[in-house]
């Protein structure tokens, strides 16, 4: 690469920057543009700072099916402010259609963004994502290209609704299959909700992953004031993507550098807004993988301690009633902020070149709705989730505690052990399983190494004998994810994972489990001679690495949940 076509004394900027070097650096900028004049370009121009635009969209994604109207208003936004527009793609990852998981690729999609960010020139970057997977990904790719960017989210679905009653992905859909699994809605009605649940393109219309990432980009500063709550197909998001590309030349202008906005103390912020809106338990490892680009690092731990002062204010699905429609009518995230008070850091800097104060200040005064509570009236009295620990997790777990059964927040059972997702399929509906409704369910190798790629199996069905008996919650314990969507007393998380020899390998059906939230504790009640019997009878972890591609780098590679499940060598 070679900055000599820039003036002396200067760093190049916009199309001069990064020029592929043939020993002559003014051929290497002649070439350049006049390979993108064959597109029509001016010289004018070419000379105005380069604003890159990441277009995720994609036939197999619905969450950004609005891409085209965003990307429209984001080139306007900066053509307004001065600057040159020029999109580019890069890969594209929804829930729903990616084999075998979504985190299995998300590390491939930041450094696709990562590189492509590097490899082209452009003075900053807009990130155009919303399905869960998409937002962290370029988070983590842009933070260690080191160039200045601003998020922008598609925004959530509009809600549907089904005989009188209003529907939204996702936990509606997982709700509806429960009672379909139960026996209480038959084949055709199943069929019939289908068509009804997902009213529009965009992301879950609920408080899952994709809602929770929007969230914590515009609480940490990383995204405009009030972008995080908009529908996909409402004016409001298009106004938003015109004010992100306003933005992005200013921030080019400035050369505001991601690390300087995602400090740590705007990841406290992110964790204490997580833990304020019943955020998902995804959230945790994203967050923490974007912090491990910037070498931040978060714990467990600290999380912990903020759930103990950081009540659920937001009252949304799937911790509440509401969906992510009636929050943004209640004022979005600068509503949040402003509830939380003084357990917010106000004097971090955002994207807009304020303070996070400043921008809270100019949110206004609240109004009456029932949506997001001050902190005197709780939807939940704790933060969200809960952090574990105990012989059966020594690096923890977490539990959404916010969305279990009040019953279950304290119980002990016998352990219904199902070795992998193969083995769950083929027996969770077995007429003759050896189950009741106060068993634990557990499952074993669907960690970031042992599935590969952490898939949110985490959340197993309830056997089909205790659904048709109305039993809607029991414990649940594994290595892997939930969506953000789900609900129950599922422990997730568990770390070490069972492919690299954690203890959660050693536990055998009929062995007693306890789960104390208020203890924080996750316990195999089985002595540690036992304990060490079996692993000396079992032998040491071995995992099958793959011979070739991508899956060996990954499984290779991917750092434990605590970490991020991101790979060692991206790690700052």
Known sequence: MSDAAA????????????????????????????????????????DRPVIGIINTGSGFNPCHGNMPALLEAVKRGVMLAGGLPVDFPTISIHESFS????????????????????????????????????????????????????SLVTGSMLTGGYRGERVGACTDCRAFWGKFRGGEISKPEIDD??????????????????S???????????????????????ADRVRIAEATG???????????????ILTQES?????????????STNAIIHLTAVAGRLGIRLSLEQLDRMSTETPVLVDLKPSGKYYMEDFH??????????????????????????????????????????????????????????????NLAPGGAIIKQAAVSPALLEHTGSAVVFENTADLAARIDDADLDVTAESVLVLKNIGPVGAPGMPEAGYLPIPKKLASQGVRDMVRISDGRMSGTAAGAVVLHVTPESAVGGPLRLVQTGDTITLSVSQRLIQLEVSDAELARREEAMGPASQVVPERGYRKLFVTEVTQADEGCDFRFLQG
């Open 246 to 260: 306003t933005q992005a030349v200013a921030l080019a202008a400035a050369g505001t550098k991601m690390d300087t």
């Open 329 to 390: 009518r209640a004022g979005g995230v600068p509503a949040v902020l402003r509830e939380l008070g003084s357990l917010i850091h106000r004097d971090v800097p955002t994207v807009t070149g304020r303070m996070l104060g400043e921008e809270i200040d100019d949110a206004g005064p609240g109004f009456p709705q029932d949506i997001i509570r001050p902190l005197s009236n709780p939807v939940y009295p704790e933060g969200s989730l809960a952090f574990l620990r105990g």
């Open 267 to 279: 990841f406290e912020n992110g964790l204490r807004v997580l833990l304020a809106i019943g955020g």
């Open 7 to 46: 003036p002396a004394g200067k760093p190049a900027t916009g199309i001069r920057k990064g020029l592929t070097n043939y020993g002559d650096a003014e051929f290497s900028l002649f070439l350049r543009k006049a390979f993108i004049k064959g597109a029509g370009y001016s010289d004018d121009a070419l």
């Open 193 to 210: 909700v289908n068509s009804r649940l997902v009213g529009s393109v965009g992301t879950c219309s609920v408080m899952g992953t994709a």
């Open 99 to 150: 084999q075998p998981t979504s985190m299995f690729l998300r590390n491939l999609m930041s450094m696709d963004t990562e590189e492509m960010i590097r490899a082209q020139p452009m003075d900053a970057v807009v990130l155009i994502g919303g399905c869960d997977k998409t937002v962290p990904a370029q988070l983590m790719g842009a933070a260690s290209a080191g160039v200045p960017a601003i």
């Open 212 to 234: 929770t990432m929007a969230c914590l980009t515009e609480a940490m500063g990383i995204a405009m004031p009030g972008s995080a709550s908009a529908p996909a197909v409402t």
